[in-house]
Every structure is written in C-alpha cells, then in structure tokens.
C-alpha cells in the first residue's frame, strides 16, 4: 500500500467513525441533560437535549455542580441537575407497544446550598419502581466512582407516554431528589422466556418483565464503547476478567478480522459481532479442563430472580459435538449430559451466533447475594474437544411485582480511611466494573476522543507493520495469538530459528534477567526475546502462573508478554518489540531528531495511562517498581509503552496487608524516598518515579548524572529545587525554549512536583497524574491552534480492562542502568514488579 491509499484509508476511517457513531441512534430517542438550558452534545457525539420540554412540574430547582470531578470525563450531562423537594414527574412520550431502554445518570456532587447526602429518593417509570430510598451518594461512594448510571428495559405499556417520578423520602428530614440526565432508547422485542434453572421444563416469561441491567460482559474480549454497539442501543460491554472466579482464567480467542459474524434470523441488536469474535474457553489441555470449572461470579441483590443470557458463537469449529460442555448457575445445572451445550447445534454452524437466557431465583439459601456461572466439559457427550467456550454475558434483575429497587450498598463495606478505601478500590469484583458505571461511561467517552485523535495525529513513516493499527483501542486489527491473550508455550527450536541460534547481532539490550535479542516468530512477526543469565537461580516454573497472568495483561500502553521458553535448560519470555526503542534515547546523547513538546507531551499521556492500568485497572494492583525512561518504549507510531513489568516475587509479604515489605528494587534516581526509607511499596512510588520521568522530558538530562556539581547530581532533587526557586526555565531542554505555552509548562511542572512529594499520601494517584497531562496536552493545542474538537478532559478509565494490545512491536532495552537490584544479589534477579494484593476473590 502506498502512502497516498494510507493517508486516503486514513480519512475514510476517520470520517467513518465520526459518520458512524451518532448515525445509529433513532430519531425517536431522547437524551435529556436535566437543568440544562442549550441543546449540546457529549465527546462521544450523543445529543443531548434540555429537560424542561419534558418536566411537568413547576417550580423545580436548576443546579450546576460547583466541583467536577476528574474522573468525570465528560461535563454532559453531569454538570448540570435537576433538583427536586417535592414529588415530581417527567412524561415522555414514547410507542406503548415497544420495549425501552431507560438510563438514569447521577453525579451525586456539591449542589450549591445543598448537602447531598441529605439526598435520599424513589424513582419510578410508571407504575414499576426503579429505585428506593435510593443515595446516589452512598453508592457513588461505595463503588469508588463520581457518577453513576443506571440502566432498565421496561415492558411494553401500551400507553403512549413514558412517566418517570422522581420522589424524595419522606423518612429523611431534607431530603431532596437529583438527576443529571434521562435516556429512552426504543429497543427491540428482544427477550422471551428464560429456562428457570432447577425446574425441569419451567419457564420464566421475560417479554413481559421489567429489567434491570446488573452486568453485561464481553467474554475474552475488550470493553465496547456504546458508539459500538449494534442496532444504536448505545450500550456498554465491559471485559469479563474482573469476575472471573476460578483459578484459571481460561484462555482468550478471537476470530480473525475479517470473519464474518452471520446474524441469520437473530436481531443484530442483540449484541454486535465483536462480542461473538471474542470467547473465553478453557484451554487446549483437555484433561485438565474436566477437573475444573471456568468460574465467574457477579454480586447482585438478594431475593430477585435474574435473567441471564449467555450468548455464544463458535469461529474455529465447524460440527457438532466438536465442543460440548456442561453450565451451572448457582450450582444448579443449566446444561449437562444428554443436554451439554453444543453451540454448533444450537446455532446451525460456524460464525452464527446464538444466546440462551436463564432465570435463577437469588435468596438467601441460594447464592445470597450472588450469581455464579461455571462450566466444564461434558466427559458424557464424548466430545472430540474437552473445552468449555462463552462469548458474552448479559445478567438482568427481573422485576418483582412491579419493583427493581434494591437497598444501598451496605455502610459496613465502606469504610472511611485510606486504607480500607485502597482495598476496596483493589477488589474490582465491585468497583469499577459494574455495569453502567462511571468507568464505562468514561470509557466510551474517551475512547471516541482517542480514537479520533490516533487517526488525525499518525504519521505513516513507512513502517513495515501498518496493519496493527487501525483501531487502537477496539476491535483492533492485530490477529494472531499475541492480541487473542494467550500465554504460549515457545519450543528452544522456535527460538532459535528466530534469532539465528542467538546471534550476538540480534542482542539489542541487556537486563537485568540477561541479553534481549531481536527475533522473528511465525514467519514473520517481529518479537523481542529476553534470554536469562544461565546462573539465574530462579527457575521459571515458579513463574509460570504468574507468566500466565501477565500475559493476559493487553493494553495499548503496555509492551506484552507474549510467551515464554523454558526449553532444554533455557528460559527465554517473548515479547512484542518496538521499533523505536526507548523513550531515552530519543531525550539525550541521541544522534535521533530532537521530539517535539507535544510529542514528549502525548509520550508521557501515554505511560501514564499505561501505568494508571497497571495500578487500577487489572485483576490485581500491580506496582511497576521500576518506572523509567528506559522502561518506556515507543512502537513505530510513537505509541508509548511501559515495558519490564511482571514477574513479581510471591511468597508470605504478599499477604500482610496493604503494602508489601520486599527488598529494594529500582534504579537510583528514580526510587522513591520513603520506600527506601520504610522499604514500603505502593503504587505511590510508581509516582514518585514517573514524576522523575517526567522532568527527564522536560528537561532532557539523565535521572543521575554523577558528573554534575553535587546539588545537580540527582534530576530530581534538582529540578524540584529549580521549581521551588521559580528559576524552571533555566535547566529546560534547550530545544524546547519558547515552544511550551506557559500555563501548560505550569501545569506539567506542577504535576511533576507533586509526583516528587517527599510522603506518598500527598503525591496523586496515576489517573490523576495522567488526567493533568492531558488538560497540559489540551491547553498546548488550544495554543498552538492545533486542537479541532474539545474533549473532555480525560482520565484513565477507559483503560479498564485492557486496551488495544497488539500494536506491534517492542524492544526492550536497558542498558547502563545502575540498578539497585545488580548491587544487592541474585536473589532479587527477574523480579520486576510487584503484584499486590493477589487474593482476587
Ligand atoms: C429476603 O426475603 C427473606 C424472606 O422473605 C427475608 O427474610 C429477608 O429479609 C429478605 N432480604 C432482603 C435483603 O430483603
Ligand atoms: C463444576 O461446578 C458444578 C457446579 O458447582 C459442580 O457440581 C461440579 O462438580 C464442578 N465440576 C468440576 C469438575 O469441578
Ligand atoms: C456452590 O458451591 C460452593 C462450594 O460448595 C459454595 O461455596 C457456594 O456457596 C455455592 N454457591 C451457591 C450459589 O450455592
Ligand atoms: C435508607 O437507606 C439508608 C442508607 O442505606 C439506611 O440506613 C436506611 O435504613 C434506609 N431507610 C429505609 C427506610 O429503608
């Protein structure tokens, strides 16, 4: 492809998703900012419309929330609220012989005179009651999120309006109700009748039933933004680890791009095909499969019957009883022996996808506050593969006479110090994924804005792996095992063959594990192979569960772990590589071009955001403890990515609480002062040593530079200095004097500071260091006069659960580290980062 049909595929993908995306909603749907006076529209592309057409109560209160959030990501509909004191109704007009979506958004924020947590109030639509004595706040708080979204089918009526009242307890004095924004969106008929699990030959009619959206996942695969999804529902599929259960994760597949999913009869409103591409199956080890169940579990409200629906599609076999497999909900059996799930058999062949819909009545003698989904292989039907598979995962609270409501968030799960926060935040079972959350919302926001972006700012500099680039965020294009997420098992042979018997012309670095060699596997894809000392005490096999699970960790801002060797007497992990290098090298002694600042800028967004994942947005918090300029490499689009985390040290420190005591590892001049005091790890260090990053960009000299006057010798004690004394300016890199808009440098410098506080509790979480960078990036544009849309500010959110992933390449250099790791034993070879917290659930 030459440059031209690039650039011209370039703008037509552009263009595609600006069309595409607002394109899909119906006319018919309204999107309501409550309190709003103007018609606008959100990042991503919703119009949203003033509320008074539709209120039928006068005198209601208007309200701007005086404090916005930076995890908020977009203003609309958030910043804006209607408040109520008294009953109060909106009546829209809707098709009575349809079902509808309604989503209700709460930013439960300062409300000028009003103290929120005095909010307490019942919503309902018609005559079913959604919520009751309902506390934005209280759930806000519990989630650990600033907003909240809730999201219901409601049954056809046959009326012609839809009424949704909003009701202030009459139990609490000043109590008041609030809403943000209002969403009805016609759907299809979409639902039927649910088997009841347990009850042979009983059913559940949903046609008929009000829903509440609890979880909607996409199995094995990436989160789908709303702007994604099929049939312009607009709704949100999140990735399916945070609740998985097992010891094992099973395995990620996914169909190659261009297979078609063939919808048949089956609305595609449904779900859109990349929820069917994507599966989590056991594994090839069959043997093993039977042993075990594939686990995931969901926390709901207890004595309501929930639907679930699991949607499958089979895109590798193509006949019957090539796969079949038993379900339980709940310990009961759904599926099983003569009745195993066989998706061919249920679907009619390869690339058709089918769902079925459960119903499972959740009291205290059954599941209590829980579903549960397991499956294993039917050792019955004899398949010719012992493997379970599950596309996607729908779960729906039914309504019981006429009620959805269920209590807050118990007091008891949210207590007030830090610390206990930090353990709820780790335990994403509740936070960040529930279904309509904050995160989500975000997510799609962003993700637009990103997307978007990508595509304007690439520059095709004739690298040889265009193709991985597409879709940075979804859906993207890179298909072979290294984006499906499974940890493979190379042979010493492969390896070999790929770096010519470990030429010493391939090495491109050395580590502290040993040599990293530049090789080829599969005929072609570009790898990094870092081969161990062979005196490395450390055997991989202890390793290996861990290396399993770090090579499910995808993100577009992280460099992969794609497998590993531990072949006749050799240990080698396989890596993408990155054509680029290091961030390093393009800072100083390079004979490179000089970066730009708002390249530099989007370099450090990009790390951030790597980081931010690697500390909330995986299963466990993972603390890099080696953040570096070495450890930031960049693939042939300049996409930033952190590199050497992993392969943390287990053993009893794990387990003592909300910080891990373990020898010291980093790299002087970037270790953070208190954990070298208390020898102490948090994410905060991490901080710490991103904030030393990030002088190092502005400043171009290295973290240490021992031939300096003694006050200059460490970056960041000098730069802090610098800042303090006002005199910035003087130690800038020379390059970049009169490019950076003032306030911009303001606030990048600001940001950098307060990554160097001295104590860990005054320095900001990654998401907030990366939402500051990005309002830097946005302020140097408006600037420049470079920016053509504003966004919202942006914070990491839409990193949960796990990005892009297969952009490509990535050599991991580090060189001429002084490690603090190389100065104290063997013991602490291989060890990277550490994992915290790894109890799961
Ligand atoms: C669930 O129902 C049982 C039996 O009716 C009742 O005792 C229990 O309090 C209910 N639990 C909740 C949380 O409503
Ligand atoms: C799988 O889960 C079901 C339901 O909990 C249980 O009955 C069955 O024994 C489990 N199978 C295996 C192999 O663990
Ligand atoms: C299913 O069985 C497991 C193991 O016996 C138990 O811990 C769990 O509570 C059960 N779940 C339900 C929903 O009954
Ligand atoms: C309302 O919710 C609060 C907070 O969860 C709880 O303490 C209170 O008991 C509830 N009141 C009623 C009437 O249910």
């Not at 195993?340 to 062949?349: K, P, R, V, Y």
Request: hydrophobic content about 35%; glycine content about 8%; some cysteine.
């Amino acid at each position: 492809m030459n440059e031209k049909t690039r650039n011209l595929c370039s703008l037509i993908c552009f263009f595609y998703v600006l069309l595409v995306s607002p394109s899909q909603s119906n006319a018919k749907d309204v999107a309501l900012g409550c309190g709003a006076t103007e018609p606008s529209t959100d990042p991503d592309k919703k119009k949203w419309e003033p509320d008074t057409k539709f209120l039928k109560t006068p005198d209601t209160v208007q309200a701007t929330a005086t404090y916005q959030d930076p995890s908020l990501l977009s203003t609309i509909p958030y910043m804006t609220a209607r408040i109520f004191t008294a009953p109060a109704t909106y009546e829209i007009p809707v098709k009575g012989d349809k079902r509808h979506l309604l989503r209700l958004h709460f930013y439960p924020s300062v409300y000028t005179g009003l103290n929120i947590d005095d909010s307490y109030f019942s919503v309902a639509a018609n005559d079913v009651t959604l919520l009751s004595n309902f506390s934005a706040a209280i759930t806000c708080q519990a989630l650990t999120q600033a907003y909240l979204v809730r999201e219901y089918s409601l049954a056809p009526t046959l009326k012609d309006v839809l009424t949704i009242t909003l009701t202030p307890s009459d139990k609490h004095p000043k109590a008041f109700a609030f809403i943000n924004g209002i969403e009805v969106i016609e759907m299809p008929e979409l639902f039927d009748t649910a088997v009841l699990v347990g009850f042979a030959d009983q059913t559940s009619d949903v046609k008929s039933a009000n829903l509440q959206t609890m979880f909607r996942v996409n199995v094995g695969g990436q989160d789908i933004p709303g702007s994604k999804d099929s049939g312009g529902l607009t709704r949100t599929w999140y990735n399916d680890a945070p609740y998985i259960f097992s010891a094992g994760l099973g395995v990620t597949l996914q169909a190659s791009d261009n297979f078609r999913i063939d919808y048949q009869k089956m609305p595609v409103s449904t779900a859109p095909a990349d929820v069917y591409k994507t599966a989590r199956s056991q594994g090839p080890n069959g043997d093993l499969n039977v042993k075990s169940n594939l686990t995931w579990v969901f926390q709901v409200d207890t004595n309501f019957t929930y639907i679930m629906r699991l949607h499958f599609c089979e895109f590798q076999q193509s006949k019957i009883n090539q796969k079949a497999f038993n379900i339980y909900i709940n310990n009961k059996t759904a599926q099983a022996d003569a009745e195993a799930a066989d998706i061919i058999a249920w679907s009619g062949g390869k690339g058709v996808p089918t769902y079925k819909d459960y119903a499972m009545y959740v009291d205290t003698t059954n599941g209590g506050e829980e579903v549960s989904l397991q499956m294993t292989p039917s050792v019955f039907a004899k398949p010719e593969y012992l493997d379970s598979q599950l596309n996607g995962l729908e779960i729906f609270k039914m309504d019981t006479m006429k009620n959805l409501a269920g209590p807050n968030p118990k007091p008891s799960d949210m207590k007030a110090n830090e610390d206990a926060k930090k353990e709820f935040r780790g335990d994403k079972r509740v936070t960040a994924f529930v279904i309509g959350s904050a995160g989500g919302v975000a997510a799609v926001l962003l993700c637009a804005l990103c997307f978007t972006m990508y595509q304007r700012k690439r520059k095709f500099q004739g690298s040889e792996s265009y193709t991985s680039s597409w879709l940075p965020l979804y859906g993207n294009s890179h298909t072979s095992t290294i984006s499906a997420g499974l940890c493979r098992r190379f042979s010493l042979s492969e390896i070999k063959h790929g770096t010519q018997n470990f030429d010493e012309s391939n090495v491109i670095g050395v580590g502290g594990f040993g040599k990293v060699y530049k090789g080829v596997i599969d005929g072609g894809t570009k790898v990094a192979i870092k081969k161990s000392n062979p005196n490395s005490e450390q055997g991989l096999n202890e390793f290996e569960t861990e290396i399993e699970l770090l090579s499910r960790l995808r993100h577009k801002h992280l460099v992969s772990l794609i497998g590993y060797c531990d072949d006749g007497g050799e240990m080698c992990l396989i890596y993408d590589y990155m054509s680029l290098g290091t961030l390093r090298e393009h800072l100083y002694n390079t004979k490179r071009p000089q970066l730009t600042w708002k390249r530099r800028l989007e370099i450090a967004i990009g790390s951030a955001r790597g980081l931010h994942y690697l500390h909330t947005g995986a299963k466990y918090t993972i603390i890099h403890r080696d953040v570096k300029t070495t450890n930031i490499l960049l693939d042939e689009n300049w996409v930033a990515k952190v590199s050497d985390f992993g392969l943390s040290k287990t053993g009893p420190d794990m387990n003592a609480g909300g910080h891990v005591s373990t020898v010291v590892k980093g790299s002087f001049g970037y270790l953070d002062p208190e954990y070298f005091r208390r020898q102490q790890l948090t994410e905060k260090s991490d901080v710490y040593s991103f904030g030393v990053v990030l002088f190092e960009i502005l400043c171009a000299r290295p973290a240490l530079n021992p031939s300096l006057p003694k006050e200059q010798v460490s970056l960041g004690d000098w730069a802090l200095n610098c800042k303090r004394k006002g005199n910035l300016d003087d130690i800038i890199d020379p390059n970049l004097k009169g490019k950076i808009n003032a306030e911009c440098l303001k606030k990048f410098a600001d940001t950098a500071e307060k990554c160097l506080s001295d104590s860990g509790l005054d320095r900001p979480s990654m998401g907030d260091v990366l939402w500051n960078l990005e309002f830097a990036l946005q302020v140097q544009e408006t600037a420049d006069g470079t920016r053509r849309r504003t966004p919202s500010h942006g914070s990491a959110s839409e990193d949960l659960g796990g990005g892009g992933g297969g952009g490509g390449m990535a050599v991991n250099v580090s060189a001429g580290e002084h490690d603090v790791s190389d100065l104290s034993s063997e013991e602490n070879s291989g060890i990277f980062s550490q994992i915290v917290n790894p109890k799961g659930r």
